[in-house]
């Protein structure tokens, strides 16, 4: 596990396992919302996966499994509460 090695992130990593390679950065931008009463607003995910890694993944629903994470790191950050 490496940390910080993509210098135009707020944050990233890099970890390797066997044959497996893989690269992550955060980019943070703190902005205002229009409605502080909308909690959808509040944190926004993207994810961006890279057909890069192996032939194999070029059009096998690399966008698909993006949007998976993006709507998992959503649930997960979720902070409806009481």
């Given amino acids: 596990v ?3 090695v993509l210098a135009t992130t707020d944050g990233s ?3 390797r396992f ?3 390679d893989v690269l992550c950065g955060v980019k943070c931008e703190l902005v205002e919302c229009e409605d502080p009463l909308n909690e959808m607003e509040r944190l926004v ?3 961006d996966c890279s057909a890069n890694a192996t032939p194999q993944f ?3 629903g690399g966008d698909k499994y993006a949007e998976e994470l993006a709507d ?3 649930l997960a ?3 409806e509460g009481p």
């Fill in 45 to 47: 995910f993207s994810v």
């Fill in 77 to 79: 950050y979720d902070n």
């Fill in 2 to 4: 490496e940390w910080g």
């Fill in 13 to 15: 990593s890099r970890v």
């Fill in 72 to 74: 998992a790191l959503h």
């Fill in 58 to 60: 070029i059009g096998k």
């Fill in 18 to 20: 066997g044959g497996t």
